[in-house]
């Protein structure tokens, strides 16, 4: 059976020429065919792996530490890569849910090596990989946008997808969707409304944008603990954010930087926590993935749970 797109009436949508979804990581990736920096990326970790690997891989692989992984999406010919993911890693690593490893954090109650997923922007394929972390026993934490979710309007989610997520249309969940990932045990976290930069916004945004996306996910949800700022780098968050984030309730906030978390020498408070997360895309090479947790375990450092924001 060959591939099925959803297919419209407007024309010019990035970076297909007929007006349609994405839903292959391959279509994206032969738009950047000619993307030297991703070609010379892949090299690299292709050395590094392999060195990693010759030296005796993760050596350090029952360490005690709390290691988050997140994603955007499972495109269709990414599934099976996350279920063969999926398969390794439960072989040397116990899964946790968000607010279960948040606990353990801040409780210094890291006595296993645990691996956690969530991911950003809420996609509808996220679907896809809710069913297949079901069949593994993993608990996710959907980070969203509310203003995006439930969106029908294509012009609106192509604008939405350049502008603010810097990618070729997708579609997203719709609020019927969010509550079936809860019914499945999932959580559901804050983006923001909008997806914003808040380094680059005034206070009285970032404010509206937390505030605002907090109020709509309680009431879609009933719940909502936890909050990680758009793009994720340190540069794209500050101290204004952070400490609006505490203020409104929010019990922890998560970057996009990599690293993993072992035990302090002293219990932490939430707004001391900054959760770093490593992302993953299901079609890179399995044993990049392995190689950016193996070096996090060896680098490992209380360091990484302290706020460089308070």
Known sequence: ??????????????????????????????????????????????????????????KTSEKPRIQFLYFHHVFKDEEKNLDDLLKVLSKKYVFLSYSEAVNKILKNEIDKPYIVFSSDDGLKNNLAAARILDRYNVKACFFINPTIINEKDFSKIKKFCSTQLRFPTVEFLSWEEVNLLQNMGHEIGSHTMNHINIADSKEDLIRDEMHASFDVIQEKCGLVKHFAFPYGRFFHFNKIGNKICFEIGYESCASAERGCHINNPKALKQEELFIRRDQVVFNWNPKHIQYFISRNSKLASIQNSISPFL
């Open 1 to 58: 059976m060959g591939r099925q797109t959803v297919k419209y009436t407007i024309i010019n949508c990035f970076p297909f020429n007929k007006m349609e979804f994405t839903e292959y990581y391959k279509d994206i990736k032969d738009s950047k065919k000619l993307n030297l920096r991703s070609s010379l990326r892949e090299l690299t970790l292709n050395g590094l792996s392999f060195w990693d690997q010759f030296l005796g891989g993760d």
